[in-house]
């Protein structure tokens, strides 16, 4: 539309200057010739069908003198501009020598630069390489390392975003672990927080498949923390299914027991079977008290009173005052330090002020909450839950004495350490460059973000009838693809598949038979896009089966519509011939994961693109791309 209304323009320009010369000419002409004039003027008027037809064919051929220089010089120009940007994000590209000579000289001359360009790079890249070696081969051994430690081990940004896992990691906390992804989706972050200022201590939390222990580890500075994480088992390390099975068999042993003891009742027999029964009995005992381990830990006095004060002020917004009496500063207290700092957070409720103290009583501690009134209800209210459940594991006692609160906990003296020499120094193994999470999406730059490039294959192209049979995904942190975060699962969609289908991704219904429903796929590939940003080409018509399956999460990143963006002057935009714009290898074309992986590496090579042009955040590209006319197609 642009273009033709600048051709219209310049065609009325050229007949106002023809029209104006002529009409000038005229005018000096014919001054002092009035009959001369009059004369023409009439037989204007005579000739006016015949002026009119010449004025159009002049217009006409005015037209089609304008038209290569407007709609054909100008457009090609601009889309060797287009096609010439490509060769900033993939050197290698080459410009075709088309159009008129003067545009096939600039192509070729772009194409000398662009060659100079690639080998300067390749130049710069080996340089770099050589430099990296020593601490590339380091980073390797960390990463075995980690790879092959028995725990789970998860590095994480001072926000919770995750920036190192292991293999263990991923086995407990499941698909919705991901680089860039937050911790505190998946873990309790109070307990996090709490855990963080006891980094020599484990806790028991419930984690997304089940019970763990977790402890949290600060790094030096404020680069965050390290997380190492063992699976919990219960009832004080047995396995419960064990268990179960132990208790069964001891049951039915001791009802053995019993039925012989009365049939053996007067023979030799008799004493050996009592004491089979009470054997019984005693090892059914011994099993039904091995109870879950406490989570009671030591504990310096003063550094309880300061954890318990900073949980008060996170989980209430009081922040109490505390004093510790000098006798008390070496003592070892034994408490439930993050179910006591719940408890006393209960104990808190209504309350908008507090004062902690502790004194030493022997072996026991001394703790007192003073509030500034006596909680409502009777003389001596009952203690919340939370915090009776805490005192009691810690072996100790609690109760109210009108507007304080007191507590009793075990505690001993600390014993003596010789002072260390200090830590070796850290090895620099690790760059530990901070992701950055804006509070508002929209102006977050495109380099920040964790999206999701995915795609679908389906039995057909109605969103309304047709099946999906294909899913795969794959991370992508600002321009850098995950390629070890991936997401790929084949589904069966209960009906034949199209043969017309099968041509296209060659998946067929005897593939697919034994394969998993779309509903047991659907929460692994839900987790797997969580906190993410989804990016895919021509990603209307992926989205309206999503939606139709309850899966809907915007704002969704269109590659085919950035390319009509960045290149609006060129005609193919398919995703394999943007790959080979950019350099992409066509690998797995009509394949889900295949599909996803080259879409990730076009979006990585237009991020450059993006931004030489103006587009810094997610927010401006999405808006440049809903003035589209492409983006109102609807499935």
Not at 260 to 269: C, D, F, K, N
Not at 537 to 560: I, K, S, W
Not at 577 to 595: M, S
Request: proline letters at 6%.
């Amino acid at each position: 539309m642009r273009e033709t209304l600048r051709f219209l323009g310049a065609l009325l320009l050229g007949l106002l200057l023809v029209g104006g010369a002529v009409g000038l000419g005229l005018f000096l002409l014919l001054q002092g010739e009035e009959d001369l004039g009059k004369e023409l003027l009439r037989l204007a008027q005579r000739k006016l069908p015949l002026l009119l037809f010449l004025g159009f064919l002049f217009t006409l051929v005015l037209a089609v003198l304008l038209y290569p220089v407007f709609l054909g010089y100008l457009a090609a120009t601009r889309a060797l501009g287009q096609e010439a940007e490509i060769v900033l994000a993939n050197p290698g590209h080459r410009l075709r020598l088309r159009g008129p000579f003067e545009l096939r000289a600039l192509a070729d001359l772009i194409n000398r630069l662009a060659q100079e360009k690639e080998a300067l790079e390749k130049e710069v890249a080996t340089r770099i390489a050589e430099a990296k070696s020593l601490l590339e081969e380091e980073r390797r051994k960390l990463a075995a390392l980690i790879g092959h430690l028995p725990h789970g081990v998860v590095l994480a940004n001072p926000k919770g975003q995750v920036l190192l896992y292991n293999q263990g990691a991923r086995e407990l906390l499941g698909e919705g672990l991901g680089v860039g992804k937050s911790l505190f989706g998946l873990l309790d972050r109070g307990l996090m927080v709490h855990a963080l200022g006891l980094p020599g201590e484990r806790f028991l939390t419930q984690g997304p498949k089940g019970t763990l222990w977790l402890q949290v580890v600060p790094l030096e500075g404020e680069e965050g923390f390290l997380v190492l994480l063992e699976e919990a088992r219960e009832q004080g390390g047995w396995d419960a299914a064990l268990l179960h099975r132990l208790k069964d068999k001891l049951a039915g042993l001791k009802a053995l027991a019993e039925t012989l003891e009365q049939e053996a009742r007067g023979t030799p027999l008799e004493p050996l079977l009592k004491t089979a029964t009470a054997t019984a009995l005693e090892l059914s005992q011994l099993v039904a008290s091995w109870e879950a381990p406490s989570q009671a830990a030591e504990v310096l006095a003063e550094d309880l009173l300061a954890l318990l004060a900073q949980a008060l002020e996170r989980e209430t917004g009081v922040s109490p005052g505390f004093s510790l009496e000098e006798e008390a500063r070496d003592l070892l207290v034994q408490a439930d330090t993050y179910a006591l700092a719940r408890g006393l957070a209960a104990a808190l409720k209504d309350e908008e002020e507090a004062f902690l103290e502790g004194k030493r009583e022997g072996n026991l501690l001394h703790l007192i909450l003073a509030l500034p009134k006596p909680p409502p209800g009777p003389a001596h209210p009952d203690l919340p839950p939370l915090l009776k459940e805490a005192v009691e594991r810690s072996g100790g006692s609690a109760w109210w004495a009108g507007a304080r609160l007191h507590l009793l906990l075990p505690a001993r003296e600390a014993p003596r350490l010789p002072a260390k020499a200090g830590p070796p120094p850290r090895a620099e193994v690790f760059d530990l460059s901070l992701l950055h999470a804006p509070e508002e999406l929209e102006e977050a730059p495109l380099e920040g973000l964790l999206y999701t490039a995915f795609d679908l294959e389906t039995t057909g192209l109605d969103p309304e009838k047709d099946a999906i049979i294909a899913l795969g995904a794959v991370h992508i942190l600002g321009k850098k693809v995950l390629r070890h975060e991936i997401f790929e699962a084949l589904v069966n969609p209960g009906r034949p598949i199209p043969k017309a289908s099968t041509e296209i991704h060659g998946l067929t219904w005897e593939m697919l038979r034994e394969k998993p429903k779309l509903e047991e796929v659907l929460p692994g590939f839900r987790l797997f896009l969580e906190d993410t940003v989804l990016l895919a080409h021509n990603g209307a018509f992926d989205m309206a089966f999503l939606r139709r399956v309850g899966l809907h999460q915007p704002p969704l990143v269109d590659t085919l519509l950035l390319s009509h963006l960045l290149f609006p002057d060129l005609q193919d935009h398919r995703l394999e011939t943007l790959a080979e714009r950019f350099g992409v290898p066509v690998i797995g074309r009509h394949t889900a994961l295949g599909d996803a992986l080259m879409t990730a590496e076009v979006f990585a090579g237009m991020v450059p693109l993006l931004k030489a042009r103006g587009y810094r955040t997610l927010g401006e590209v999405l808006r440049a791309c809903a003035r589209l006319p492409l983006a109102r197609l609807k499935y």
